[in-house]
């Protein structure tokens, strides 16, 4: 494995589809697995952050500061210890971060300039929670992240809905195939509905070999971000499930990509 961390951004422009919670799964499943991981909140809501059990009171400086900040604040004093080899990067006012991102020529190049120190922390993965829509904020993580992780609700809508993440691409002149990895989310076992849409959701993305297995809707899911805990703390079968994806990822990573 090269010293740089690989980097993943879990990205829909929908809301409540579940970025906050497959980040925060794969991140803590990552690390159970033995991985250094960088958590960076760059999410406004900060459901990452809370998921996690942490919030604005627990941290001083954030990604802001970094960004945006008058005076030099070094990138290792934003990050806190969350887990066992998991650390978090959190974001404050990440609308200003955003207004501060019309103003760089170079949207591309932005996050590598500013995370550069990151690069000499020794983690293997930096995974990245997103914020939903287009934003200039998102731009940068696009073009930051060496690939994508999708959850998709599996319903109706936000099946369809996929169809704006490779316009979104496209628009932003990157290749399709950034995509690395579908995570459905929320099987409901009890309805045909869900399975139906699995099988519509199949149709819409490029290559069957992305999707991993679904996830599914269970109700302690909810509740362990609700307490600040991971299904890993909380919940037996779905920490299976994402400990599942977390393993489709390491073999992304493992396949050279
Ligand atoms: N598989 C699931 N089963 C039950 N609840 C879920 C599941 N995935 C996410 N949730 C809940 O749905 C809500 C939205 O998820 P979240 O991860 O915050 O979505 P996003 O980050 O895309 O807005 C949260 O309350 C979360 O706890
Ligand atoms: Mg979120």
Redesign the pocket.
């Known amino acids: 494995m090269s010293k740089k961390p690989v980097k993943y951004a879990v990205f ?1 422009n ?10 925060v799964h794969i991140a803590h499943g990552l690390a159970l697995e033995g991985y250094k991981v960088l958590l960076l909140d760059m ?1 406004g ?1 900060n ?2 952050s809370l ?1 996690l059990g942490f919030t604005s009171e627990d941290y001083k400086w954030t990604l802001y500061d970094v960004i945006c900040g008058r005076q030099r604040v070094d990138l290792r004093e934003c990050v806190i210890h969350a887990r066992n080899n998991l650390d978090l990067l959190p974001s404050t006012q990440v609308d200003l971060i955003n207004l501060e991102f019309y103003r760089e020529s170079r949207i591309d190049l932005v996050l590598n300039e500013k995370l550069k120190p990151l690069e000499e922390l020794g983690y293997q993965f930096v995974i990245i ?1 997103c914020g ?1 829509q287009r934003t200039k904020v998102n731009d940068a993580v696009l073009c930051y992240a060496d690939g994508l992780i999708v ?1 998709v609700q599996l319903q109706a809508a936000s099946v369809r809905a996929i169809g704006n993440i490779y316009e979104y691409l496209a628009d932003m002149r990157l290749d399709a195939d950034l995509i690395k990895l579908v995570v459905p ?3 409901d076992q009890r309805t045909n509905d869900s399975r139906e849409n699995m099988e519509i959701l199949k149709e819409f993305i490029a290559n069957d070999d992305l999707l991993a297995a679904p ?8 509740e ?3 307490l600040g805990k991971t299904v890993f703390e909380y919940d037996n079968e ?1 920490a299976q499930q994402f400990e599942s994806v977390a393993k489709r990822v390491i073999s992304i990573h493992g396949s050279g990509e």
Do not use: C, E
Request: no cysteine; proline share 6%.
């Open positions: 829909n929908k809301g409540g589809v579940g970025k906050s919670t497959l980040a999410d809501q459901d990452a998921f929670d939903p959850p989310n929320m099987l996830v599914f809707r269970r109700t302690k899911i909810a362990a971000g609700k779905s």
